[in-house]
C-alpha cells in the first residue's frame, strides 16, 4: 500500500503540481506550528505553485528572447544616460506602450549605450510576463530573404507576430541592396499598428537614405516608424572611450607602482587602440 504522502505527491504530479508536491510535507509541519486553517495551508502551497510557474514562464520567454543576459536595467550605468531619456526609462519599463503598438528609436553615436538601453527595457518587458525578440538587424534581414528564397516568407513574418516586442539593433549597419532593403520595409509595414519595434540606429531619420536607398521607400519607413514612437537620444561621451580609458589608465598605474611601463595584456591593448581609435 502506498504511504498516504505517497499517494498525495503522485496525484499533484498527475495534475502538473510539481511545487506543491514538492513542499505540502515541509508546509505542513509550519501549518501545523503556526495554527494555520486548511484554507491558509492551501493558500501558501497555491502562491508557491503560481511563483514558481511565473519564474518559469520568465525563464522560458527570455531563453526564446535572445536578449543578451548581461544586459540588464541592474547593470545599465544610469549616470551617463540623458536627463530626459532616464525620466522616461521607468515607465517605458512597465510596458504601456505595447498595447498601443508604439515604437521605440534609440538615437546615437556609436558607443552610447543604445543597444544596452533597450535590452534594459527588454528585460524588464520579459518580468513581467510579455514576449520579445532581440535581433540585430542583419540577422533579421539575412533571415527574411531565406525565407522569400523559399518562398515561405509570410509565413515567417507571422513567427515573428508572435512577440509583442521586437528589438532590431543596429539597423544603421546593415549595407543593403534592393532586396535587403525590401525584407527590411515588409518586415516594418507588417509590425506596423500591430506590434511594437525597438531599434537603435546610429543614423538619424535623416540619414535613413543610405539603409533604404529609394526616396519613397525611405519616407514611407520614417512613416510608419515616428506615427506612433518613442524618441531616445543619447548624446554625451562613448562609455568605450570611458572604460578603454580608465584601463589605460590603470595600466598606468601599474607601471608606475613597479618603477617601469607595465607590459600590455590582450585586453589591455585592446584597450588603448579604443583610446587611440576615439581621439
Given at each position: 500500500m502506498i504511504p498516504e504522502s505517497g499517494g498525495l505527491a503522485i496525484c499533484l504530479k498527475a495534475l502538473h503540481l510539481s511545487s506543491f508536491a514538492a513542499c505540502f510535507q515541509e508546509m505542513s509541519g509550519t501549518a501545523e506550528s503556526q495554527g494555520w486553517s486548511h484554507q491558509q495551508y492551501l493558500q501558501h502551497l497555491a502562491e508557491i505553485e503560481l511563483e514558481d510557474r511565473r519564474q518559469d514562464r520568465i525563464e522560458r520567454l527570455l531563453k526564446a528572447s535572445g536578449l543578451p543576459r548581461d544586459k540588464t536595467l541592474a547593470s545599465l550605468d544610469m549616470t551617463v544616460l540623458p536627463e530626459r531619456v532616464k525620466k522616461m526609462l521607468p515607465s517605458l519599463c512597465e510596458g504601456h506602450f505595447l498595447g498601443r503598438a508604439e515604437n521605440i528609436v534609440a538615437f546615437g553615436l556609436p558607443g552610447r549605450g543604445k543597444t544596452h538601453l533597450l535590452c534594459a527595457i527588454g528585460h524588464e518587458l520579459v518580468r513581467r510576463g510579455h514576449q520579445v525578440l532581440f535581433i540585430p538587424a542583419y540577422r533579421l534581414v539575412q533571415k527574411l530573404l531565406v525565407a522569400k528564397r523559399d518562398l515561405i516568407l509570410?509565413?515567417?513574418?507571422?513567427?515573428?507576430?508572435?512577440?509583442?516586442?521586437?528589438?532590431?539593433?543596429?539597423?544603421?549597419?546593415?549595407?543593403?541592396?534592393?532586396?535587403?532593403?525590401?525584407?527590411?520595409?515588409?518586415?516594418?509595414?507588417?509590425?506596423?499598428?500591430?506590434?511594437?519595434?525597438?531599434?537603435?540606429?546610429?543614423?538619424?531619420f535623416s540619414q535613413w537614405d543610405k539603409i533604404f536607398k529609394d526616396s519613397m521607400t525611405t519616407a514611407a519607413a520614417i512613416d510608419r516608424m515616428v506615427h506612433h514612437c518613442v524618441i531616445l537620444e543619447l548624446t554625451g561621451q562613448s562609455y568605450r572611450n570611458q572604460e578603454a580609458q580608465k584601463r589605460n589608465?590603470?595600466?598606468?598605474?601599474?607601471?608606475?607602482?613597479?618603477?617601469?611601463?607595465?607590459?600590455?595584456?590582450?585586453?589591455?591593448?585592446l584597450a588603448e587602440a579604443e583610446v587611440r581609435a576615439q581621439e
Amino acid at each position: 500500500m502506498i504511504p498516504e504522502s505517497g499517494g498525495l505527491a503522485i496525484c499533484l504530479k498527475a495534475l502538473h503540481l510539481s511545487s506543491f508536491a514538492a513542499c505540502f510535507q515541509e508546509m505542513s509541519g509550519t501549518a501545523e506550528s503556526q495554527g494555520w486553517s486548511h484554507q491558509q495551508y492551501l493558500q501558501h502551497l497555491a502562491e508557491i505553485e503560481l511563483e514558481d510557474r511565473r519564474q518559469d514562464r520568465i525563464e522560458r520567454l527570455l531563453k526564446a528572447s535572445g536578449l543578451p543576459r548581461d544586459k540588464t536595467l541592474a547593470s545599465l550605468d544610469m549616470t551617463v544616460l540623458p536627463e530626459r531619456v532616464k525620466k522616461m526609462l521607468p515607465s517605458l519599463c512597465e510596458g504601456h506602450f505595447l498595447g498601443r503598438a508604439e515604437n521605440i528609436v534609440a538615437f546615437g553615436l556609436p558607443g552610447r549605450g543604445k543597444t544596452h538601453l533597450l535590452c534594459a527595457i527588454g528585460h524588464e518587458l520579459v518580468r513581467r510576463g510579455h514576449q520579445v525578440l532581440f535581433i540585430p538587424a542583419y540577422r533579421l534581414v539575412q533571415k527574411l530573404l531565406v525565407a522569400k528564397r523559399d518562398l515561405i516568407l509570410e509565413k515567417e513574418l507571422k513567427k515573428l507576430d508572435r512577440f509583442e516586442a521586437v528589438i532590431l539593433d543596429d539597423i544603421g549597419y546593415v549595407q543593403q541592396d534592393r532586396e535587403e532593403m525590401e525584407v527590411l520595409f515588409t518586415f516594418l509595414a507588417e509590425r506596423y499598428e500591430r506590434g511594437s519595434v525597438l531599434i537603435s540606429s546610429n543614423l538619424v531619420f535623416s540619414q535613413w537614405d543610405k539603409i533604404f536607398k529609394d526616396s519613397m521607400t525611405t519616407a514611407a519607413a520614417i512613416d510608419r516608424m515616428v506615427h506612433h514612437c518613442v524618441i531616445l537620444e543619447l548624446t554625451g561621451q562613448s562609455y568605450r572611450n570611458q572604460e578603454a580609458q580608465k584601463r589605460n589608465a590603470d595600466i598606468q598605474l601599474r607601471g608606475n607602482d613597479h618603477g617601469r611601463g607595465a607590459e600590455l595584456i590582450p585586453e589591455d591593448r585592446l584597450a588603448e587602440a579604443e583610446v587611440r581609435a576615439q581621439e
